[in-house]
Structures are given as C-alpha cells and as structure tokens.
C-alpha cells in the first residue's frame, strides 16, 4: 500500500449509525461507465438490497469514472468491509458483461463523516447534482445513474 493511500486509512473510524460520504475512482480513472450498459450493471449491483445488509445506501451518484455513496453504516460490517462490497459486487458484475477479470475501483476510497449539524439532504442533493456540474446533463433529472431515498 503506498503512503498516500495509508494516510487516507489513518484516522478512519467505523461507527454503526454514522453517515458517511463515500467516493472512489476507477482504476486509472477510466470512464468505464460512460459506457450505458455497464453504467446499467454497476447500478444494479448498488441497489440489490442483499448487499448491505442492515447499513442502508441512502444516495449516490455513478459518474464516467468515479462514484459518490451517502451510507448509513450499520452494525454487520464496518466501514471497509461496506466499500469492499459495493466494490466487489459492482466490479464482478461489470467483468461478466466484460469478459474480463482484475480490478474495475481503484484500491482507495475517501470518506468524509457527515457532523450532525450537516444537512443529509444537502449533501445527497449535492451527490445527485455531480453531474449537471460536470456538464454531462442539462438538467439533474435527465442523468440515469443515481438515486436517493428522498426522490
């Protein structure tokens, strides 16, 4: 593990209940799913219900290469273990339709645990915007890859 991605592990703390903004990237930042079918696959593995057990993925947003996911953790698996799954579910679905094998998310993630004065709402709004800022849409509505349990 280089010392880059060490420092971001230093200090991390897995508390069941907390809400946490996840990001990661693909692996060389590869827009992967700009590509509408494994976009398709990817989001699909977000929103199986088996996979989170009782932690609850209350927003996120699929860009070309990166991801953002508001999570409530809960108490079957802690922080890592939450990214792990996501990842590993995402990426073994996307080598299928692929062909291919190895790693899809590269192996960091960053996380920020939201403070209880932060506004839930703001920041899944923010996640669910990502997009228009990033000029892909016109409009948050017309982009395909997010949800959140407020909408």
Same mark, same amino acid.
């Given at each position: 593990m280089s010392s880059r991605h060490a420092a971001l592990r230093r200090g991390r703390v897995s508390l069941p209940g907390q809400l946490y903004l996840l990001t990661t990237t693909t692996v060389e930042r590869q827009a992967l799913f700009a590509d509408f079918h494994l976009a398709c696959t990817a989001a699909r593995a977000f929103n199986d219900p088996r996979l989170l057990?009782? $932690? @609850?993925?209350? +927003?996120? *947003?699929?860009?070309?290469? #990166? *991801?953002?996911?508001?999570?409530?953790?809960? &108490?079957?698996?802690?922080? &890592?273990?939450?990214? !792990?799954? !996501?990842?590993?579910?995402? $990426?073994? @679905?996307?080598? +299928?339709?692929?062909?291919?094998?190895? $790693?899809?998310?590269?192996?960091? =993630? #960053?996380? #920020?645990? !939201?403070?209880?004065?932060?506004?839930?709402?703001? *920041? +899944?709004? =923010?996640?669910? $915007?990502n997009p228009l800022r990033a000029g892909l849409v016109k409009r948050a509505g017309d982009y395909s890859f997010w949800d959140a349990v407020w909408l």
């Open positions: 057990d009782d $932690a @609850r993925l209350l +927003a996120w *947003v699929l860009m070309p290469d #990166h *991801v953002h996911w508001l999570v409530s953790l809960g &108490e079957c698996f802690s922080l &890592e273990e939450l990214v !792990l799954r !996501l990842k590993s579910a995402s $990426a073994r @679905r996307v080598n +299928a339709i692929r062909n291919t094998k190895g $790693a899809v998310w590269a192996p960091a =993630y #960053h996380d #920020h645990a !939201l403070r209880a004065e932060e506004d839930v709402q703001a *920041v +899944a709004r =923010y996640i669910v $915007a």
